[in-house]
């Protein structure tokens, strides 16, 4: 979409019904945590507003002009197209932003190509851009409370109703996920290897 004003382009998330839309406050705290510890980073994507007030429920993000990292590659003739160094290059700048987000105790669990946004940095090199924090998971949840953050969707579901632990996508999943273990970082590590080894 287009900012109604600004005019620039936009990435909206919707949800009518508010027990779903507990994914997209949970997205707003973990990237509050972030954005309130780490600063702006270029390589993780920003919210930029969001409603929580009546449906439809939405939130909106800066826009990326390249897609996601599978989107991204299969524009360029697939992953034998792009060079081997840029694609590495590109994996590494993922692990730097998921190493950021462990620094301050978030934990992303979906990493994959889908959640991984590229847009062109310096010189029109490509950057990578981690999205997604959805069903990501705070293990300091003090932090909020020190930054002021209303904790919004962070009221753990799962173990209340007895679902899974186990979100995410199924191939990136690290095998102590897929048997019901709590994830870790270690488990974004896993998800990130599974991807790197797909570059």
């Not at 005019?7 to 997209?24: N, W």
């Not at 909106?60 to 590659?73: C, P, Q, R, S």
């Not at 632990?165 to 488990?187: C, D, F, H, N, W």
């Amino acid at each position: 979409a287009r900012h109604r004003k600004t005019h620039e382009p936009r990435v909206l998330k919707f949800c009518f019904d508010l027990e779903r839309a507990r994914a997209l406050q949970r997205e707003v705290t973990v990237c509050r945590l972030l954005r309130e510890t780490l600063g702006n980073r270029p390589d993780i994507a920003r919210i930029l507003d969001w409603n929580f007030d009546e449906p439809p429920y939405f939130l909106e993000f800066e826009y990326t002009e390249g897609g996601n990292l599978a989107e991204w590659v299969e524009a360029r003739g697939g992953f034998a197209a792009v060079p081997l160094a840029t694609r590495l290059e590109l994996a590494a700048q993922v692990a730097e932003a998921v190493a950021a987000a462990h620094s301050v105790g978030v934990l992303h669990k979906d990493i994959k190509p889908g959640n991984v946004l590229v847009t062109a940095g310096v010189n029109e090199a490509p950057r990578a851009r981690v999205t997604d924090f959805g069903i990501g998971l705070i293990t300091e949840t003090g932090r909020l409370a020190e930054l002021g953050i209303t904790v919004l969707g962070m009221t753990e579901p799962e173990r209340s109703t007895g679902m899974s632990q186990a979100s995410g996508t199924r191939i990136y999943m690290a095998p102590e996920v897929l048997e019901g273990k709590p994830a870790t970082t270690q488990a974004d590590i896993f998800s990130l290897g599974v991807m790197v080894y797909q570059l």
